[in-house]
Nanobody
Framework: QVQLVESGGGLVQPGGSLSLSCQVSGMVVGVTAMGWYRQGPGKERELVAHITNIGSTTYADSVKGRFTISNDNAKKTVSLQMNTLKPEDTAVYYC???????????????WGQGTQVTVSS
């Protein structure tokens, strides 16, 4: 069974930093891309950052210059370093991965369970 196991998150003061990590567990053929989404209170889920297995990255405008996404293809992990955090970054952060589970299946999206990030003084 394929799962995304997230770690990190928590409570931090404005201007502080946090790091999130996510690892694909279970047998898979390949992971073509991974990323982080977030859903704030009363808001829809939105893309935060995305990275492909060849290192191409995409960031939401609101986090450019503050957040950095990185991955390790061999370990099937993705990390998100969040600096200069703002109260508006408060949200549940979800790991996403596009995975080819077996050679007979097409790739599909998998999601982590979500981890809370709260930025508050």
């Amino acid at each position: 069974q394929v799962q995304l196991v997230e770690s990190g998150g928590g409570l931090v003061q404005p201007g502080g930093s946090l790091s999130l990590s996510c690892q694909v567990s279970g047998m898979v053929v390949g992971v073509t891309a991974m990323g982080w989404y977030r859903q704030g209170p009363g808001k829809e889920r939105e893309l935060v950052a995305h990275i492909t297995n060849i290192g191409s990255t995409t960031y939401a405008d609101s986090v450019k210059g503050r957040f950095t996404i990185s991955n390790d293809n061999a370990k099937k992990t993705v990390s998100l370093q969040m600096n200069t955090l703002k109260p508006e970054d408060t949200a549940v952060y979800y790991c996403n991965a596009r995975i080819i589970r077996t050679w007979s299946e097409e790739s599909r999206d998998y999601w982590g369970q979500g981890t809370q990030v709260t930025v508050s003084s």
